[in-house]
C-alpha cells in the first residue's frame, strides 16, 4: 500500500524485453533489499536484484499491457515511492499500485503558479470512478481531480508537485499510468452484488 507521495525520481538504466512477452526493468534509485516492494510510476513491483543504488525488477506481459512501464526507455525519469509502514503519515490516499489503465496527456497550461493537465483515458469505462475533488493517481502521483467528460479529466499541478516528479518531462501525447480511487471500486461491487 501507498500513499502517491512521491519520494524520488529515478532513472531508467534498461528494459530488457523476453521472449514470452515479459521484461526485465533496471532502475537507478537508492538501495534496497530483494524482496521489497517499489511503486515504480505508480506500479508495484518487486526487487529481484540489486547493485548498490541499482534496482531490477521482472514485469510480466499483463503489466506491461495494462501500464506505460513497456514505453520506458533508458534515461527515462520515473517516480518512486516505497510502501507504507506502520507508522508512516498518510499524506495523499490510498493507492494500491495496481494500475487500472493508461490515459494520454492532451494539454498542458500554465494558470498562475499552477500547471493544469488534461488526461484522455485510453479506456474511457473507467471515468465512472473519477469524479470532481476526487482522489487519483497519475503515475504514482496523489494528485485531486478537478474537471471531468466523457473521457477525460484534469488536475492541477502546484509548484513543489511539478518539481519533485516527473510531470515535468511529460509531453503532449505520452501515456500515463492512471490507478482509481479504489474506495469507488469497492462501493460499486457492494452496490451491484446487492441489486
Known amino acids: 500500500m501507498f500513499t502517491g507521495i512521491i519520494e524520488a525520481v529515478g532513472t531508467v538504466e534498461s528494459v530488457q524485453f523476453d521472449s514470452e512477452g515479459g521484461a526485465r526493468l533496471a532502475v537507478r534509485a537508492f538501495p534496497m533489499t530483494v524482496g521489497e516492494s517499489l511503486a515504480v510510476n505508480g506500479v508495484c513491483l518487486t526487487v529481484q536484484q540489486t547493485e548498490g543504488d541499482l534496482l531490477c525488477f521482472d514485469a510480466v506481459p499483463e503489466t506491461l499491457r495494462r501500464t506505460n512501464l513497456g514505453d520506458l526507455q533508458a534515461g527515462d525519469a ?5 510502501p507504507l509502514t506502520p507508522e508512516s503519515r498518510i499524506g495523499g490516499h490510498f493507492v494500491q499500485g495496481h494500475v487500472d ?4 496527456l492532451t494539454e498542458l497550461r500554465e494558470e498562475g503558479n499552477a500547471r493544469v493537465l488534461r488526461f484522455q ?23 485531486t481531480v478537478v474537471d471531468v467528460g466523457a473521457d477525460w479529466f484534469t488536475v492541477w499541478i502546484i509548484p513543489h508537485t511539478w518539481a519533485v516528479t516527473n510531470l515535468a518531462r511529460r509531453r503532449i501525447g505520452e501515456r500515463v499510468n492512471i490507478e482509481t480511487d479504489i474506495l469507488a471500486r469497492y462501493v460499486e461491487r457492494l452496490l451491484t452484488a446487492h441489486s
Do not use: F, H
Open 78 to 82: 520515473v517516480n518512486l515511492e516505497r
Open 101 to 104: 489503465t493508461t490515459a494520454r
Open 121 to 143: 483515458l485510453e479506456d474511457a469505462a473507467y471515468m465512472r470512478y473519477i469524479v470532481p475533488k476526487g482522489s487519483i493517481a497519475v503515475d504514482g502521483i496523489s494528485l
